[in-house]
Nanobody, 116 residues
């Protein structure tokens, strides 16, 4: 499974960005997916997760009500709509997929920078 993120960039506080993750390869084996982020000097943390059918989602408390995760299995894509962005949202955002055997695959990451 290969994952490629896109959509990162520089935005002012209060603005919005939409991240996308395109999956390729053995996409039929993908189960749950999620978005993680890692800020400088901090550990990578879960931002949002979504089940295989998209029927259930979960969010970090810090992004609840501002971020929305979604996926389109027909197109092998996952998205993260980020609204009301804050400077503390600045980080490298990673797409992650869990396959049926339990292995995790990661994208290369996309930088999100929120200026105050």
């Amino acid at each position: 499974v290969q994952l490629v993120e896109s959509g990162g960039g520089l935005v002012q506080a209060g603005g919005s960005l939409r991240l996308s993750c395109a999956a390729s390869g053995s996409t039929f084996s993908i189960n749950a997916m999620g978005w993680y982020r890692q800020a400088p000097g901090k550990q990578r943390e879960l931002v949002a997760g979504i089940t295989s059918d998209g029927g259930s989602t979960n969010y970090a408390d810090s992004v609840k009500g501002r971020f929305t995760i979604s996926r389109d299995n027909a197109k092998d894509t996952m998205s993260l709509q980020m609204n009301s962005l804050k400077p503390e949202d600045t980080a490298v955002y990673y797409c992650m997929a869990i396959v049926r055997l339990g292995n995790r695959y990661w994208g290369q990451g996309t930088q999100v920078t929120v200026s105050s």
